[in-house]
């Protein structure tokens, strides 16, 4: 089983919220908003949708580069814990 299918309930629970985040700026573009407003709720639905993507990518090492049958070597380990960093840090 993938770890979409696993946490797909948490997922699309995420999914929604960023939805809404968008919906948000949708409606206030079109009620002319406040810019500083509308600024604030881009930001937050990038930051929400770049939390979802480490989410994913961090699953996806976990449950599919390293072996789920074996338990990983300190190495291994080491190697998974620093891409996921890498990956959080570029994405905030």
Known sequence: ??????????????????????????RALENEGSPF?????????RGALNSLMAEIIEGHVRLHLLDPTQPPTGEQREAAGELIDIVRAFLR
């Open 1 to 26: 089983m993938t770890h979409t299918v696993r946490d797909r309930t948490k997922l699309l629970h995420r999914v929604r919220r960023i939805r809404g985040q968008l919906e948000a700026v949708e």
């Open 37 to 45: 407003r509308i600024l604030q709720t881009v930001a937050a639905s």
